[in-house]
């Protein structure tokens, strides 16, 4: 444990975030497979659920959890296979 001040706040700081950057990796993950699995099914909301997907990783690069290049990517190769999918 860190007796300088400055260091606990920081360990209090860096908790906080890593909590938070979790459930919007975890929210990434769940979102994507559900659009790759609605536009397997042929589901009416494949649509819906992709622009959801996109959503969320524009959020999280916004957000600094991704990096912008890491969300162009993730939704490139994303819309990619929803489209094979068509």
Do not use: C, F
């Amino acid at each position: 444990m860190a007796n300088i001040k400055s260091q606990i706040k920081r360990n209090r700081q860096n908790e906080k975030r890593r909590v938070r950057n979790k459930a919007v990796r975890s929210d990434l993950r769940t979102r994507s497979k559900v659009a790759e699995a609605a536009a397997v099914e042929g589901a009416d909301d494949a649509d819906e659920a992709l622009r959801l997907a996109v959503k969320r990783i524009d959020q999280a690069a916004s957000k600094g959890v991704i990096h912008k290049n890491q969300a162009a990517r993730r939704k490139s190769r994303l819309v990619k296979r929803v489209s094979a999918q068509d």
